[in-house]
């Protein structure tokens, strides 16, 4: 039985959680002062509550739903972090150019998506396994039609050109796409409030990400 299900949490409840990227920093000062850091996880964990996103009764039932299909942290599923969707800055359409995910060798079909965060000091380089529909993909800074030149699984994030258009040594593969996160809920109960007559509210809805 799969242990991931491709389903969507609420998304009006999703955005108005709270959190972020978590890092695992290991830091040892030494005798003279200075410090030595190593991370002990090559890549960030995100992590959310997702309480604050209840509003209503409808949410709070939705939420429940969700909980018990899920089994509590049995089952991962799908979530739309709200600030960190789409492969553009906040603000800008996505096109096919944002993002570079691999240049070819003049064999090479499969790409996978990735997300580049930085450029200058240490540009870290995000996997990105659960994309929306919608993929965009450049070869040489020329767009591809989707469903002709390429496909994309949607539930690894994979993209394969199609025979006859494979890139030559050197050139650049782009693409440009909304994205969700694999996660799961990061507890198996489920406090709620009902102190109110017309209005509940569940105080903490831990979500964390996982990898599929």
Not at 153 to 173: E, F, K, M, N, R
């Amino acid at each position: 039985m799969p242990t991931f299900h491709e389903v969507l949490f609420p998304i009006d409840v999703a955005l108005g959680a709270a959190g972020g990227p978590e890092r695992v920093t290991e830091i040892v000062t030494t005798a003279t002062g200075r410090e030595e850091r190593n991370t002990r996880r090559a890549d960030s964990r995100r992590r959310w509550d997702a309480g604050y996103g209840v509003k209503s009764l409808a949410a709070l039932h939705a939420v429940l739903a969700f909980f018990e299909e899920r089994r509590g942290r049995l089952y991962g599923f799908r979530w739309r972090d709200p600030l960190d969707a789409a492969s553009s800055p906040p603000g800008t359409p996505v096109t096919a150019f944002d993002q570079v995910i691999g240049s070819g060798d003049g064999a090479r079909l499969a790409f996978s998506l990735v997300k580049t965060y930085g450029a200058l000091h240490a540009p870290y380089v995000r996997a990105i396994t659960k994309p929306e529909t919608g993929v965009r993909v450049a070869v040489g800074g020329v767009e591809l039609v989707e469903g002709l030149h390429f496909s994309c699984d949607l539930s690894i994030g994979l993209v394969t050109l199609a025979p006859g258009h494979t890139p030559g040594p050197g050139v650049p593969v782009t693409a440009g796409f909304r994205f969700h996160v694999p996660v799961r809920f990061d507890t198996d109960y489920l406090e709620i409030n009902l102190s109110h007559f017309a209005a509940g509210d569940i105080p903490r809805i831990p979500i964390v990400e996982i990898t599929p």
